[in-house]
C-alpha cells in the first residue's frame, strides 16, 4: 500500500488506534538498500529490535511484518481470514494468464487444487521410491568429470533432472531449465517484489525465456494426453492428476493455470532445494571437522548399498545438516500478504489493503526455542532436545500457504547430499570469503561460489 493512502488513513482515525512502530531509515529511500542487499538479515535485526509487529517502508511502498508464535497461530488460526495474496501474486498471476492459481488464491480454490496436488509430492508418495529418486541424480554425478563445479548451476541441474523425471516424465535440458527460472523470476521481480521496471519484460533475454516455457508447458501436457491408462496406473506423474483436476472446473482455470503446473516443479523447487544443498556445501567447506563428520556417517550407511527411506531418515548427522541448514539459511523465511479487513494483533492496528510480511522463521534465532541461536549445531534435532519440534521451527511456512513439497524435501535433501558425499571429494574453488548470500527472489549464494569434484578413491 502507498504511503500516501497510508497516511490517510492514519489521519481518518486520529488519537483512536495504535499503528505499529516504523523502522528508522532514510527517507524517500526507506529501507529499500538493506532490503535489496540481504531482506533475511535485515528483517530478522528489526524484528529483534521492534518486536513481533513493526513497518518499514521501501520507496513508496509500506509493509506490516509480523512474526513470532503468536504471527504464526493468528495467521494460521484466527486471523487466517484476514489475509490473501492479492497485492504480491495478482499481477504477476494475471501476467502469465493463470489467475486463479494454487499460490494467489484462497477458499476453495485454493483448496481444490492443494488437494489434488499433496498425494503426488508427500513424503509417503516416495518412500518406496528412493531408487527413481537417486536414479537421475546418480547419473548426472557419474557423467560429472573431476574438476571446477560450479555450485548453483550444477546443483540446479541434479534437481531438474530428479524433479522432470518423477514428477513430469522426461528430463528437460539444463539450458531450457535456466530460462523457466528466468522467465519465472523475471515476472516475480517486476510484478511481485516490484524491483525491476516493466520494461525487462519487453528485452529479447526475457521473450527468449518466455518462449522456451511456454513451449516446455505445452509438451509436459502433451506429454499426459498421451499417456495410456496403464502407464498412469503404474507411475502417475503430475499432469496425469492436474489436468483433470484443473479441467472439472472450467470457470475456474483455463489454459493458463495447465501451462503454468508444467512449469511449477522447476520454478517453484529448483532455487529453493538448490540454495539449501548449496548452503550445506558451503558451512562443511568452512568446517571441515563437520565436513568428516557428515561424510562418515554417509560412507556408513551408503557403503552397503542405496538406503531405504526409513535408514535415510535415521541418519542423525545427515539430518541434522539438512535442519539446522534450514533454521539459520531458509530459503522461504515468510510469506507476502495482504490484509483483507481492518484487524488488531498485539494491540497494534493493521488496515485493510496493507501488504504484510509474516515473517514466519522469526524465531528461528530465539534463544528460548533455540540455545545458542547462532551456532550451527547438527544435534539440536536428536533425542531428547528435539527442538525441530517447537511450532516456530517453520522452513517451510505454516498455514493454508505452507509448502506443498515439505516432505518430499525432507528425503531429498539427505538424500541427494548423501550421493554427493559418497561419490565425490569436495574442495574450495575460488575464495570462500568473497561468496555471499544473495536474492534472486529467494535466497541463493552467489554466482562465484565454485568447488573442486573429485571421484573418491573407495569407488
Known sequence: MSTVIEEKQQQSKPGKV???????????????????????????????????????????????????????????????DCFNGVNFWGKAQDYMKCPHMLVGVDGEMHKHQRDALKPLISKEAYLNRIEDLAGPVQEIIDNTKDGVFDVGPGIRHIFSNQIGYNLQGYKPDYNEVVEFIYYF?????????????????????????????????RKVIEISEQRTPEEVANKPLMM???????????????????????LLPFVAALDTIGASTGFMIQRLLENPDLYQRIQKEVD??????????????????????????LRLQPTGFGMTRTATKDFVFKGYQVYKGEDVLIFTTADHRNKNYFPDPMKFDIERYREPRNEHRTPVYAPFAKGAHSCLGAGMTELMMPLNMGLILYNWDLSPACDMKKVKMTFNPAPVLSNNFKIKVQKRKHL
Do not use: Q
Not at 249 to 260: I, L
Not at 300 to 323: H, I, Q, R, W, Y
Open 18 to 80: 495504535k499503528r505499529p512502530p516504523v523502522v528508522s531509515a532514510p527517507p524517500l529511500v526507506g529501507s529499500l538498500v538493506p532490503m535489496l542487499n540481504n531482506p533475511l538479515e535485515y528483517v530478522n535485526k528489526c524484528y529483534k529490535n521492534y518486536g513481533e509487529i513493526f513497518r518499514f517502508k521501501v520507496a513508496h511502498r509500506s509493509y506490516v511484518v509480523m512474526g513470532g508464535i503468536d504471527a504464526l497461530r493468528f495467521f494460521g488460526g484466527e486471523g487466517k
Open 240 to 262: 496425469d492428476v492436474m489436468l483433470p483436476k484443473l479441467r472439472e472446473k472450467p470457470e475456474w482455470f483455463g489454459k493458463g493455470e495447465e501451462e503454468m503446473y508444467g
Open 300 to 325: 556408513e550407511v551408503f557403503s552397503k548399498g542405496l538406503p531405504d527411506s526409513e535408514t535415510l531418515l535415521a541418519m542423525e548427522d545427515l539430518n541434522g545438516l539438512c535442519k539446522e541448514t
Open 185 to 217: 523470476g523475471g515476472v516475480m521481480n517486476v510484478y511481485g517484489l516490484r524491483k525491476w521496471p516493466e520494461l525487462m519484460l519487453r528485452t529479447p533475454r526475457f521473450l527468449k525465456a518466455k518462449a522456451l516455457a511456454k513451449k516446455h508447458a
